[in-house]
């Protein structure tokens, strides 16, 4: 897989291994939006995932949600705070709670 870019404002000198822009991690899987309510965890943060399920005893969908916990790089921390609207993706596990990584912050259109 090609390499991304880092969002604007990235801090350039990142020594994060776990750093889909300048370290060595390979993305897989989905690419996700969601919500980030909570940034306690040392550069972790719980992105709440809304989505749709189809039912087929009633022929209609229902909404679900989910957290998902995600791994902040540390060239993007300072740009993530909770309450912003992120984009994850899906790689290797990197704890025992962790498979997705923030590649960046979507800008909301007012």
Not at 1 to 17: F, L, V, Y
Not at 45 to 55: A, E, P
């Amino acid at each position: 897989m090609s390499r991304i870019e880092p969002p604007p404002g990235a801090k350039m000198p990142c020594n994060d291994k776990k750093c889909p822009f300048h370290g060595g991690l390979p993305l897989r899987g989905k690419r996700r939006e969601g919500i980030v309510v909570a940034k306690k965890m040392t550069r972790t943060c719980t992105v709440m995932i809304h989505y749709l399920q189809y039912v087929p005893k009633f022929k209609r969908y229902e909404r679900k949600r989910s957290k998902i916990h995600a791994h902040i790089p540390q060239c993007i921390d300072h740009l993530i705070k909770e309450g912003d609207t992120v984009i994850i993706h899906e790689c290797r596990r990197l704890a025992k709670t962790v498979a997705h990584v923030v590649i960046g912050k979507k800008e909301e259109k007012r």
